[in-house]
């Protein structure tokens, strides 16, 4: 199988540790992860890890399986690129003069999307958003006239299906309890179960 870039969500309660145990599912199987991101959900009390991994079908399956075994995580998702709408964001620190004098570079960061975050005298901080290619080749432009600094943040991505998570946590939230009482047999045989 052909190994391609795949974009796992996962939907987790806020516990203390739980990236290092994520972390090690991915160590374990020696499988670098691109990106990390992480951030309250649209549900209440729940967190959403946004990872980017290139690994076949096959495996990133099997990862999932394995982290949803996670006691704290809720349910993982996996997409390739054409299945979610993804962004990632960049901040650049520019030269004041080069914006200043080089009509070029206006028009690039404006081709770009490109707002101003801060003007100083000697630097002016521009942030965009876009898909990994189109930062990367903004990047490149901008190293021709002088980047002092460049940061990007980690991938954030929306599955294209209409229905989120939110809706099937609300569905579980609502189910009625069985109508079946189910009678547990060793109860009444306390003494003869639990001997030493």
């Not at 199988?1 to 739980?18: A, C, H, P, Q, V």
């Not at 809720?74 to 003069?97: G, H, R």
Request: contains cysteine; negative net charge.
């Amino acid at each position: 199988m052909e190994r391609k870039e795949y974009t796992i969500t996962l939907y987790t309660e806020n516990s203390i540790g739980l990236i290092g145990r994520i972390s090690g599912i991915f160590s374990r199987r020696k499988i670098n992860i691109e990106s990390l991101n992480t951030s309250p959900s649209e549900a209440e009390g729940i967190h959403r890890f946004t990872l980017v991994i290139h690994e076949t079908e096959d495996v990133v399956k099997k990862i999932c399986r394995q982290l949803e075994k996670q006691v704290d995580v809720l349910k993982a998702y996996f997409n390739t690129d054409d299945e979610i709408v993804w962004q990632e964001q960049a901040l650049y620190k520019v030269p004041t003069s080069v914006v200043a004098e080089k009509v070029y570079v206006e028009r690039l960061l404006r081709q770009y999307g490109a707002s101003t975050v801060v003007i100083r005298e000697d630097y002016i901080v521009f942030e965009t958003a876009g898909h990994r290619e189109e930062i990367d080749r903004l990047t490149e432009e901008l190293n021709k006239y002088g980047l002092i600094e460049f940061v990007r943040g980690a991938r954030i991505a929306i599955i294209k299906k209409s229905a989120g998570f939110h809706e099937k946590l609300l569905e579980f939230d609502n189910r009625e309890p069985s109508p079946h009482l189910v009678e547990n047999e060793y109860l009444d045989q306390r003494d003869d179960v639990f001997t030493m």
